[in-house]
């Protein structure tokens, strides 16, 4: 029987792993290790600090995947709150991808004129703003499915989970189909004037699925080794490469770890991170797990309520760092500029990200650059999805009953 890898395994393989895939001198020095608030690049992408808005699902589209005013003043918080980049919530490519309601779409032309509103209102506050694209494939909900005759797709026909259903096994024209949505949600982007696009390969959402052998039982070229489950990212990249040029940023977001019976480990998400590496992916946020991860591990966890319950995911990213010549974002429970900070100048990361902090108090690393640094005042409570699931828009419940006890007084 094969040993489960421990935590200290992983990090053991990706020290090897170090010494073999990094070529010339090693960037990770310390003395070249950045501060939080220094300016960055990504790709072509220059970036005023280190700071990065996690993408957040805003539950603020209308119920066709349309950009709404509600979006913009969401994006627009945030962008004013003084991070350098923006990762928006992911947008669905296809009409039968989308697994939240009130989830933008990205499927066709006529949501260009509020997907460039959206660009617009980040960039007039001067930060930088990249598009999450995702399709949910068997993780999608079919009351949520936006034309007619769309069919629940999985890469297997498998369940995403006990309790959902069995989707259809995709035939390759169907994978074709969704690599071409891909790559036209990509050129949307570039043409809305977006900086880049981030690939959602993390959380069990489709790209996940299609890595990660607990949900790819396939038996074709898309199937088996890593090799050939990677493929459909590979062809992904292709396609907007070679429709944007090799300049245009794709970010990925990958799980290290999925978590789940026959899932992704470390060892085969570093190689996964080799070939989006080779593939001239511009940075991997290293994120793990999904809602239906063991163990109790969850891609948001709750009760970080202390300094040492953050940076959950740190050691991935670490791991990640130390083999893949690529830039590294981090993600996961960071809540403290001392966190953020120690992350860099460990070589953890090269970016950090936040997504919850950002919900509570969108003007949080304005306050810490300004000297107030308190640390966030998110207790991960999750409670910020109850609005969203509303079609009112994601915002944290604390601040809501704070201002209702408020208004009772
Ligand atoms: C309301 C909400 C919506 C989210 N939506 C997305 C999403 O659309 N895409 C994604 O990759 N992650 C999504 N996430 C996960 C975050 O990007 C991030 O990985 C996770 O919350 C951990 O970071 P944090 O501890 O700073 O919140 C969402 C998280 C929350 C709380
Ligand atoms: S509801 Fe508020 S405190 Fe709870 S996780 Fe969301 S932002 Fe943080």
């Known amino acids: 029987m094969t040993k489960k890898p421990s935590r200290r395994d992983f990090l053991k393989t990706g020290m090897a792993a170090s010494a073999i895939l990094m070529v010339g001198p090693q960037t990770t020095m310390a003395a070249q290790r950045p501060k939080p608030f220094e300016k960055g690049s990504i790709g072509s992408l220059e970036l005023a600090n280190r700071f990065i808005k996690s993408s957040t699902w805003s539950g603020t589209a209308d119920k066709k995947g349309y950009v709404t005013d509600l979006t913009l003043k969401f994006h627009s918080e945030v962008a004013k709150g003084g991070v350098g980049l923006i990762l928006t919530g992911n947008q669905i490519v296809m009409t039968n991808g989308m697994s939240s309601p009130y989830s933008i779409c990205n499927c066709d ?32 909900n079919p009351k949520l499915f936006l034309a007619e005759g769309d069919e629940l797709w999985g890469v297997s026909a498998a369940p995403y989970s006990p309790d959902s259903p069995v989707p259809k096994e995709m035939t390759k024209k169907e994978i074709a189909s969704l690599v071409d949505a891909f790559t036209a949600a990509a050129v949307r982007s570039q043409k809305c004037g977006f900086d880049g696009v981030m690939l959602h390969g993390a959380h069990g959402y489709g790209l996940n699925q299609f890595l990660s052998p607990a949900w790819n039982r396939r038996g074709d070229s898309y199937g088996g080794s890593v090799q050939n489950r990677y493929r459909v990212v590979g062809e992904i990249m292709e396609g907007i490469k070679g429709n944007l040029g090799p300049d245009f940023p794709i970010l990925f977001k990958l799980s290290a770890q999925d978590f789940v019976n ?56 670490q791991y990640m760092k130390d083999s893949v010549k690529a830039p590294i974002i981090a993600v996961g429970g960071i809540r403290s500029l001392s966190t953020a900070e120690g992350a860099l100048k460990d070589g953890k990361a ?22 107030n640094v308190a640390r966030a005042k998110c207790i991960s409570c999750n409670g910020c999805f109850e609005t969203g699931l509303q079609g009112l828009g994601i915002s944290c419940r604390i601040e809501r009953m704070l201002k209702e006890n408020k208004a009772a007084s």
């Not at 032309?109 to 460039?116: F, I, P, R, S």
């Not at 991170?273 to 163990?295: F, M, N, T, Y």
């Open 109 to 140: 032309d006529n949501q260009a004129e509020g997907l460039k509103r959206l660009a617009d209102c980040v960039h007039r506050q001067g930060c930088k703003v990249v598009v999450q694209l995702s399709h949910s494939l068997a993780r999608s």
């Open 262 to 317: 026959g899932g992704i480990e470390p060892p085969e998400a570093l190689e996964i991170a080799q070939r989006l590496r080779d593939s001239g992916i511009a940075a991997i946020q290293v994120s793990a797990c999904s809602p239906v991860s063991k163990e109790d591990k969850h891609c948001f966890k709750d009760e970080i309520l202390e300094e040492k319950d953050e940076g959950y995911l740190l050691d991935f990213s």
């Open 350 to 371: 090269d970016y950090i990200s936040m997504a919850r902090p950002l919900i509570r108090e969108p003007n949080l690393i304005n306050q810490w650059k300004s000297g």
